[in-house]
């Protein structure tokens, strides 16, 4: 009885009504193609395949039969086979695209994801997303670019542990970005300065309040006298070119490089794994070439065309602005004190106070108003000089003598007073 039943549309249950009361007799053939839609040659052709077929007349001779563009079950295998392997954990988007660029194997992302959700190695997830107020996107390239350090196993077991130091552009989304081992002020300068070498200098940089970018301590006296608040070296290093320091007072509100990073932390990952970097020097050196295609793939055109990067000028020591500057008094043998070491200055006049200025490639200056200054480093803290001339032996303290009023003499001097100054004593 199973093989007898027919599964019908209700679209083809309706022809079927409509074509049996034309066989009927109880309408004619010109009403039936109106009530249908179609023409009266269409419904002759019905009415003979439904008096030969019986209802199975009005189904469409191609249900249950295989499509001719329908992909082999061989390189469904295939695909998955390589998902379960190579492209373990991938996204279907990103997996179709790895499939087509190395293995020469076009698969939509949407078919991909069918057969993911199928053998169960893909889930269906949907966060509840709190309500944030939409930001416009700043109109000029360069008005605006956030930066943030991403702590990721971005090289997961070959290689150390990184932090990505990453750049998005608010009005294109252009990215850049480059690994550190630690997320801090050297990375934050050397990572800024490759970044307007590259573009020019940006308009305002939109941060986190990360102890790299916003000062913790309190105040100075200069800084009070000046009405100032603490400024980190990083907020020094961008004041010094310019650059306005814009402090985001939560995540979200800086969400463009947030969600940035989660895109970076699935495909990026994945390509470093295909690869099979597994250093940091490797690591900085895909990024070279990786940021173009990123870029062409996913930033969009601006409001405006006009760039609003600035140039860096002729005769601007980008490396000397990009730098911690430091404030140290000069000791009278001429020394100072910086990180823990100890400096002699090999020049005299220098006067009672200079400058250290350190770079992120680890280049050290001294400066003297504005003029460097030849030094040396010492091995350890320099000893006080002795003194030339001869030491005095110390000499015996004086007897200490109490006053007359003392109590121990008080009744010694009642009685010279009253002997008319001589002393006598009853016995």
């Known amino acids: 009885m199973a093989e007898d039943m027919l599964v019908m549309k209700q679209k083809e249950l309706a022809r ?19 009530l249908l839609g179609l023409s009266d040659r269409q419904v002759r052709r019905i009415v003979r395949r439904v008096e030969a077929e019986g209802s199975r007349g009005v189904i469409h001779r191609l249900r249950g039969r295989e499509s001719r ?17 190579v ?30 959700h199928a053998e169960g190695m893909m889930e269906r997830t ?15 390239f360069g008005e605006m670019v956030q930066l943030d350090g991403s702590h990721h196993a971005w090289l997961e077991d ?8 990453g750049y998005i552009d608010d009005a294109t ?25 590259r573009y020019g200098i940006p308009g305002s940089v939109y941060v986190d309040r990360h102890g790299t970018y916003q000062a913790k301590s309190r105040e100075s006296i200069q800084e009070q006298l000046a009405d100032k608040r603490a400024q980190s070296a990083f907020e020094k290093a961008a004041e010094r070119l310019e650059i306005k ?18 895109t970076d932390q699935d495909r990026l990952v994945k390509e470093l794994r295909l690869q099979n970097i597994s250093t940091l020097a490797q690591a900085n050196q895909f990024l070279e070439g990786y940021w173009g295609r990123h870029n062409r793939r996913f930033s969009v055109a601006p409001v405006e065309a006009e760039d609003f990067h600035r140039p860096i000028g002729v005769g601007v020591n980008l490396g000397a602005l990009l730098s911690v500057q430091t404030e140290r008094a000069v000791r009278n043998d001429g020394t100072i004190a910086y990180g823990g070491r100890w400096y002699q200055l090999l020049e005299r006049n220098v006067g009672k106070k200079v400058a250290v200025e350190e770079r992120p490639e680890g280049k050290l200056r001294i400066l003297s108003a504005g003029q460097a200054v030849a030094y040396k480093q010492l091995a350890s803290r320099p000893k006080p000089a002795q003194d030339p001339r001869p030491q005095r032996s110390p000499r015996a303290p004086k007897p200490v003598r109490p006053p007359m009023a003392h109590p121990w003499k008080a009744a010694t001097y009642k009685l010279r007073i009253a002997s008319g100054g001589r002393l006598a004593l009853a016995e």
């Open 16 to 34: 079927v009504h409509i074509i049996q009361q034309n066989i009927k007799g109880q309408i004619k053939q010109i009403e039936a193609a109106e």
């Open 69 to 85: 563009k329908r992909i082999r079950v061989e390189i469904r295998e295939r695909v998955l086979g390589l998902c379960r392997s």
């Open 173 to 197: 989304g252009k990215k850049y970005g480059r690994f550190y081992e630690y997320e801090g002020t050297m990375p934050a300068l050397d990572s800024l300065k490759r970044y307007i070498r």
């Open 126 to 140: 949907r966060k509840q997303r709190p309500h944030r107020q939409w930001r416009e996107r700043k109109r000029r």
């Open 87 to 116: 492209y373990k954990g991938f996204g279907p988007v990103f997996a179709s695209e790895k499939l087509a660029e190395r293995d020469g194997i076009r698969v939509s992302d949407e078919t991909l994801r069918k057969w993911l």
């Open 245 to 262: 320091v814009i402090h985001a007072q939560s995540a979200p509100a800086k969400g463009r490089i947030e969600r940035s990073f989660r």
């Open 158 to 165: 070959r290689g150390p542990v990184c932090v990505l130091m």
